[in-house]
């Protein structure tokens, strides 16, 4: 389980993942690996994500799959800084 009082970062991949990847596969989508940040992927139809939690003991992937509704959200450029295809959010 994410321990968000950890967790310094969160990195949305904009672009459409393939799932079959594994954490080696997602790993090389990430230009710079921070610890303490969460990294996280979506599929073309927004019905699975992958989420990879990076730590200075190593990287956890965690995966949820959704068969009836899709996951929403948002983007407020404001709040947010886009690098690269990925979308920064940084806590307050």
Avoid: A
């Avoid at 939690?53 to 996951?71: I, T």
Wanted: aromatic share 12%; with cysteine.
């Amino acid at each position: 389980m994410v321990d968000l009082s950890k967790i310094d970062k969160v990195f949305l991949f904009l672009g459409i993942t393939d799932m079959r990847l594994g954490i080696n596969g997602l790993r090389n989508n990430i230009p710079d690996i921070e610890n303490d940040c969460l990294y996280v992927f979506c599929n073309r139809t927004k019905t699975s994500i992958k989420i990879i939690e990076v730590n200075n003991y190593g990287y956890w992937l965690y995966q949820r799959k959704l068969f009836k509704v899709n996951f929403k959200h948002t983007v407020n450029i404001e709040e947010k800084r886009v690098l690269s295809g990925w979308l920064n959010t940084t806590r307050p």
